[in-house]
């Protein structure tokens, strides 16, 4: 698997403004935010996408993903008028990155159905 501009982040390679982190979990701001607040959550282990995850290899550190979703969005006052998560998965789910990530979008009223 090739990795992506993600694994430079986690290496600190190249710069992120990171909100974040721990040992498994690393969370910075997307680069073309899409709300006022536009966050990336990512485990630091390279997983493709959405369709490669079990529960049997993965059930800790998605429980850890979602900790850290509660923690930035307490941390960055999204969580009492609430925000989006979204995952995508493949081309026609828009993922452009091969790195399985998290959107948190906050700070305004979001549409649905997305586009
Ligand atoms: P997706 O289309 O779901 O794969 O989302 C990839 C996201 O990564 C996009 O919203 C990009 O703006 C964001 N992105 C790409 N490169 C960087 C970077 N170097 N730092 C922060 N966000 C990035």
Redesign the pocket.
């Known amino acids: 698997m090739s990795e992506t501009?993600?694994s430079k982040?986690i290496r600190k390679e190249?710069p992120?403004d990171i909100v974040f982190e721990s040992e498994d979990v690393i969370a910075?701001?997307?680069?073309?935010?899409?709300a006022p607040v536009?966050i990336?959550i990512i485990p630091k282990v390279e997983i493709p996408s959405v369709t490669k995850i079990n529960s049997k290899e993965h059930s800790e550190l998605l429980g850890k993903l979602f900790d850290a979703v509660n923690s930035i969005a307490h941390k960055l006052e999204v969580d009492s008028d609430g925000f989006r998560l979204?995952?995508?998965s493949g081309d026609n789910?828009?993922?452009?990155?091969?790195h399985l990530?998290i959107?948190l979008l906050g700070g305004r009223k979001m549409n649905w159905p997305p586009g």
């Open positions: 501009i993600f982040i190249i992120a910075f701001r997307d680069i073309n935010p899409k536009h990336l979204v995952i995508n789910g828009g993922q452009e990155v091969k990530h959107h």
